[in-house]
């Protein structure tokens, strides 16, 4: 569940699927936000896709699913302008 903060209340914004999500991040990329969602065990193998997602008209959708493996940790990095 991905909440908001909104007067002084965190109130929710959108639930969004994970399988034992360890970690997460938010980055933005020439104005567009992005939540990266390291995704760690699925109940059945630790072989699971990570997700990132893109802010587009007020909602979080899937941009890419990556390979992961037992994912623990996201970071997003820049090198000479290019993420």
């Not at 991905?2 to 999500?21: K, M, N, P, S």
């Not at 008209?57 to 302008?81: C, K, M, P, T, W």
């Amino acid at each position: 569940t991905i909440y908001v903060l909104r007067e002084g209340q965190f109130e929710v914004f959108q639930q969004i699927d994970t399988h034992g999500a360890i970690d997460c991040g938010h980055f933005e990329v020439n104005g567009t936000h992005y939540l990266a969602v390291a995704n760690n065990y699925d109940g059945v193998t630790s072989n699971v896709q990570s997700t990132v997602y893109m802010l587009r008209q007020g909602r979080l959708e899937v941009f890419q699913n990556i390979d992961s493996v037992g994912a623990s940790d996201v970071e997003h990095f820049e090198v000479d302008g290019t993420h």
